[in-house]
C-alpha cells in the first residue's frame, strides 16, 4: 500500500541532523568532559559510588539507558533502565544514583521520577539538552545532551547518541574515553562511504512489508533505536527483537520476499541467517559481513580498534537508511 508522500524539507531536516552528527558528537562530548571536569572535587564519584544504578527515560532516552545498563551490569554493577511512565517504579534511597533522561528536560514523567528520587534521598543525574529545564532543577548533577546545535526534525538523533556517550562517560574509564574520541571520524566514514551501499540496502529492504531487526540482546537499545528509525521516518513497520530470541518468538511473520535488517554479533547470527534464506527472506547486515547475507553495510565496525564507535556508527547507518526509504517516492505515509 502506497504512502502519501511527505514534505520534502522535514526529509532534508532530517538528512542535514544526520550529516552533522560527527561536529555534534565532538562538541556535545567536550561539552559533557568539561562539566564533569567542572563538579566540586568528588562529587560524581559519590555519586557513581552508590550500589544501585536506575537509569529512568522514554523513546530513545530508554533505548540507550538499555545498553548502558546491560555494559554496567556485566561489570558487576545494580544497574536497571525504567520506562519513566511505568506504573510501578523502583524506590529511591541513599543507596541509589537515579540517572533521569529527558533531551527537553520536560517530560512530565521523567521530571516526576527525578522528584520521587530527590524526595527518596537518591542522588540524582539528569541528561538533558536545556541546562535550565524543570528536569535540571530536580538535579544534582546536569549532562548536556547538546553540544551546538539541536536536531531540526524532531526525531532523536543527535541526542540519542549523545545520550549514549553521556553515558560512557560515566563508566570512567581512561580506554572507553579514548574510544569516545574516535567516534566522529567514524560517523565521518560510514557518512562518506554511504553511495556506495544505502541504496543498494534500500532496494532489498523496501519490501512492502514490516523489516525484522535483530542484534544481540546485550544491544538490545541499538535494536530498539535502529527500529524506531524505520517506523518514524518512513513508517515502515520495524519488530526488534534479540537474535537468538527471534529463532523461538519473531520467525512466524517472516514470509517469502520479507526483509530482515541484522547488526551483527550475536553468537545466533550464522543460525539466524540460515532461518531467513531457508524460509525465503533477504538479509541485510549491519557490520561485518556473514556468511549467506544477501548485503553488508559497512557499519557497527571496529574504527581504530574502537568498539564504542562501531556501536555508535550502527544508529547512523540505520538513519541514512531510513532517510533513503523516506525520501522515495509512493513510500510514504502522511506525518
Same mark, same amino acid.
Given at each position: 500500500m502506497g504512502r502519501t508522500p511527505v514534505p520534502a524539507d522535514r526529509v532534508a531536516q532530517f538528512l542535514d541532523d544526520i550529516l552533522a552528527s560527527p561536529v555534534e558528537l565532538?562538541?556535545?562530548?567536550?561539552? #559533557? +568532559?568539561?562539566?564533569?571536569?567542572?563538579?566540586? @572535587?568528588?562529587?560524581?564519584?559519590? *555519586?557513581?559510588?552508590?550500589?544501585?544504578?536506575?537509569?529512568? @527515560?522514554?523513546?530513545?532516552? +530508554?533505548?540507550?539507558?538499555?545498553?548502558?545498563?546491560? +555494559?554496567?551490569?556485566?561489570? @558487576?554493577?545494580?544497574?536497571? $533502565?525504567?520506562?519513566?511512565?511505568?506504573?510501578?517504579?523502583?524506590?529511591?534511597?541513599?543507596? =541509589?544514583?537515579?540517572?533521569?533522561?529527558?533531551?527537553?528536560?520536560?517530560?512530565?514523567? *521523567?521530571?516526576?521520577? !527525578?522528584?520521587?528520587h530527590r524526595a527518596a534521598g537518591s542522588a540524582v543525574i539528569a541528561m538533558t539538552s536545556r541546562p535550565g529545564s524543570a528536569l535540571a532543577w530536580e538535579a544534582d548533577i546536569v549532562m548536556p545532551l547538546r553540544g551546538t546545535r539541536a536536531e531540526t526534525s524532531g526525531i532523536a538523533t543527535l541526542s540519542y547518541r549523545a545520550t549514549v556517550a553521556g553515558l560512557l562517560t560515566m563508566d570512567r574509564d581512561a580506554g572507553v574515553d579514548a574510544q569516545l574520541d574516535a567516534a566522529p571520524a567514524a560517523l565521518g566514514q560510514v557518512i562518506a562511504d554511504r553511495a556506495g551501499w544505502v541504496s543498494a540496502a534500500a532496494d532489498l529492504l523496501d519490501t512492502g512489508r514490516e523489516i525484522h531487526?535483530?542484534?544481540?540482546?546485550?544491544?538490545?537499545? =541499538?535494536?530498539? #533505536? !535502529?527500529?524506531?528509525?524505520?517506523?518514524? *521516518?518512513? +513508517?515502515? *513497520?520495524?519488530?526488534?527483537?534479540? =537474535?537468538?530470541?527471534?529463532?523461538?518468538?519473531?520467525?512466524? =511473520?517472516?514470509?517469502?520476499?520479507?526483509?530482515?535488517?541484522?547488526? $551483527? @554479533?550475536?553468537?545466533?547470527? $550464522?543460525?539466524a541467517i540460515s532461518t531467513i534464506r531457508a524460509r525465503g527472506g533477504r538479509v541485510a547486515v549491519i557490520g561485518p559481513n556473514r556468511e549467506g547475507a544477501h548485503l553488508a553495510i559497512p557499519a557497527g565496525q571496529s574504527h581504530a580498534g574502537s568498539a564504542v564507535a562501531a556501536v555508535l556508527t550502527v544508529s547512523l547507518a540505520v538513519e541514512l537508511l531510513a532517510v533513503e526509504l523516506w525520501g522515495r517516492a509512493g513510500r510514504q505515509r502522511a506525518t
Open positions: 565532538a562538541a556535545v562530548i567536550g561539552a #559533557q +568532559r568539561a562539566v564533569l571536569a567542572s563538579l566540586p @572535587g568528588g562529587v560524581l564519584g559519590e *555519586a557513581l559510588a552508590r550500589p544501585r544504578r536506575v537509569l529512568i @527515560g522514554m523513546g530513545s532516552s +530508554r533505548f540507550a539507558a538499555l545498553d548502558a545498563a546491560a +555494559r554496567w551490569r556485566l561489570a @558487576g554493577l545494580d544497574a536497571a $533502565a525504567e520506562m519513566a511512565s511505568a506504573s510501578g517504579p523502583s524506590r529511591g534511597g541513599a543507596d =541509589t544514583l537515579a540517572i533521569v533522561i529527558s533531551s527537553s528536560g520536560s517530560t512530565v514523567e *521523567a521530571v516526576a521520577a !527525578a522528584k520521587r531487526v535483530l542484534a544481540d540482546g546485550f544491544l538490545a537499545g =541499538t535494536a530498539e #533505536q !535502529a527500529a524506531l528509525m524505520l517506523r518514524e *521516518a518512513p +513508517r515502515i *513497520a520495524a519488530p526488534p527483537y534479540d =537474535t537468538g530470541d527471534w529463532l523461538h518468538v519473531g520467525l512466524y =511473520t517472516l514470509f517469502p520476499g520479507d526483509a530482515v535488517l541484522l547488526i $551483527a @554479533g550475536s553468537p545466533a547470527d $550464522a543460525e
